[in-house]
């Protein structure tokens, strides 16, 4: 069975850095792209970017871009969003996705499977 | 980017209903067009992929169409359990974006 579990929720003041993980299993976790989504409270959903982790490319959203670092261990099949400074405007819920498609061309495919998601919470 | 503007945001039908939601592309997004359910308090999940293809395990009740810009998504008999947000999400291009949602609820 695919799974994407994700590490539990965070409460971080502004200025802090964080990692927050996902780790897949049922499937093999270094062929399938990897991405992460943003749902701020009570809004829709932000593709942030994603990670092949066959070879750790990445694609970023020009939003996210600079303000989020992706990366991946494949072999210990675990996908990271990581902030070096967090704002108040980073409160919200956090989703590890699956692109259905395997292979390196594979993120032209919608998401197949969701993390439970990790809810960051940032205030002073 | 690519713009998916989704109508309408929110829409309040019977049990038994037939219910109708579109997206629209600013761009020709050929049929890389997908569906996601989201319940509240919950992850959200994949419906409908390339435009009509039905995800395994996905109730028959549930139906897309559409090519190029223009889109719908279709419940035939709304039931209790549809309750939920629906976003239409194009993968045709980077970044992958989505429209912005439709809250459907039981009249």
């Known amino acids: 069975e695919v799974q994407l579990v994700q590490s539990g929720a965070e409460v971080k003041k502004p200025g802090e850095s964080l990692k927050i993980s996902c780790k897949g299993s049922?499937?093999?976790?270094?062929?399938?792209?990897i991405g992460w989504v943003r749902q701020m409270p009570g809004k829709g959903l932000e593709w942030m970017g994603i990670?092949?982790?066959?070879?750790?490319?990445?694609r970023d959203s020009p939003s996210f871009q600079g303000q989020v670092t992706i990366s991946a261990d494949k072999s210990i099949s675990t996908a990271y969003l990581q902030w070096s400074s967090l704002k108040a405007s980073d409160n919200a819920m956090y989703y590890c996705?699956?692109?259905?498609?395997?292979?390196?061309?594979?993120?032209?495919?919608?998401?197949?499977?969701w993390g439970q998601g990790t809810l960051v919470t940032v205030s002073s | 980017d690519i713009q998916m503007t989704q109508s309408p945001s929110s829409l309040s039908a019977s049990v038994g209903d037939r219910v109708t939601i579109t997206c629209q592309a600013s761009q020709d997004i050929s049929n890389y067009l997908s569906w996601y359910q989201q319940k509240p308090g919950k992850a959200p999940k994949l419906l409908i992929y390339?435009?009509?293809n039905l995800e395994t395990g996905v109730p028959s009740r549930f139906s897309g169409s559409g090519s190029g810009t223009d889109f719908t998504f279709t419940i035939s008999s709304l039931q209790p359990e549809d309750i939920a947000t629906y976003y239409c999400q194009q993968c045709d291009n980077l970044p992958l974006t989505f429209g912005g949602g439709t809250q459907v609820e039981i009249k």
């Open positions: 049922g499937y093999s976790f270094s062929s399938y792209w």
């Open positions: 390339d435009a009509s």
């Open positions: 996705v699956r692109h259905r498609v395997h292979g390196s061309s594979g993120y032209y495919s919608p998401f197949d499977y």
């Open positions: 990670i092949y982790p066959a070879n750790s490319d990445t």
